[in-house]
């Protein structure tokens, strides 16, 4: 079945310092999405992937989609405490509904 | 306001005995999931419902029972026999993710303790 990878699991980085996880499909995927969940919270979506080589930008943060429809980044530039959570991935393949979540990206930031 | 509401949000059960999570959505959304998070493993998919009546098995379908018998609720059985039901869960809704963006929208999630 459909696997998503997620490296690092973990990272601590000081405030300031940048900060890149990168998400790896078995498959390959329709679209993609990330999700921030906060310590004790709920995943939070944060944006969606459509196109082969897209790159999205929100403020601080950048998002890639690869190629190939089956990997993709998120870069988070002069990280700052509130940055602090898990990332996810998400990754549906085309003609479904199902979601298959990556390992996710813990991220600690130091001030 | 519009949201997915999850309930208990936290449960303490006896082992063998089954129980039961509700997840109600007044998002007007057609497809429901269930997810099981535990540390380090991030979320793997239970079940998951693309309309009233329907529903697919997930990655770890085993153990677990629902039903989609109307729009807003899915709720989510934890059975005997699942083996390790200790665990953060977290229903999910989204609408048709074909026509539009299909981002999901999480509820709190309830924290079940089998003791």
């Known amino acids: 079945g459909q696997q998503v990878m997620q490296i690092p699991q973990y990272q601590h980085v000081q405030e300031g310092e940048d900060f890149t996880t990168y998400c790896n499909s078995s498959?390959?995927?329709?679209?993609i999405q990330w999700y921030k969940q906060r310590p004790g919270g709920h995943p939070v979506f944060l944006i969606q992937l459509v196109k082969s080589g897209e790159v999205k930008k929100q403020k601080r943060l950048t998002f890639q989609f690869g190629e190939a429809k089956k990997n993709s980044s998120l870069h988070i530039t002069a990280t700052q405490t509130t940055d602090v959570g898990t990332y996810f991935c998400?990754?549906?393949?085309?003609?479904?509904?199902?979601?298959?979540f990556g390992t996710g990206t813990r991220l600690k930031v130091l001030a | 306001d519009g949201g997915i509401t999850q309930s208990p949000k936290y449960l303490f059960r006896k082992e063998g005995q089954n129980v039961t999570l509700s997840c109600e959505q007044n998002l007007n959304h057609d497809a429901m999931y269930w997810y099981r998070q535990d540390p380090g493993q991030g979320l793997r998919l239970i079940y998951y419902s693309q309309i009233v009546n329907d529903f697919q098995k997930g990655d770890i379908a085993e153990g677990y029972s629902v039903s989609r018998e109307k729009k807003e609720s899915f709720p989510l059985t934890v059975t005997s026999a699942q083996k390790n039901p200790t665990a953060f869960y977290l229903c999910?809704?989204?609408?048709?993710?074909?026509?539009?963006?299909?981002?999901?929208?999480f509820g709190e999630g309830s924290r079940l303790t089998v003791l």
């Open positions: 999910a809704s989204s609408i048709k993710p074909v026509a539009n963006t299909g981002e999901l929208f």
């Open positions: 998400a990754g549906r393949e085309g003609g479904t509904y199902k979601y298959i």
């Open positions: 498959t390959t995927l329709s679209n």
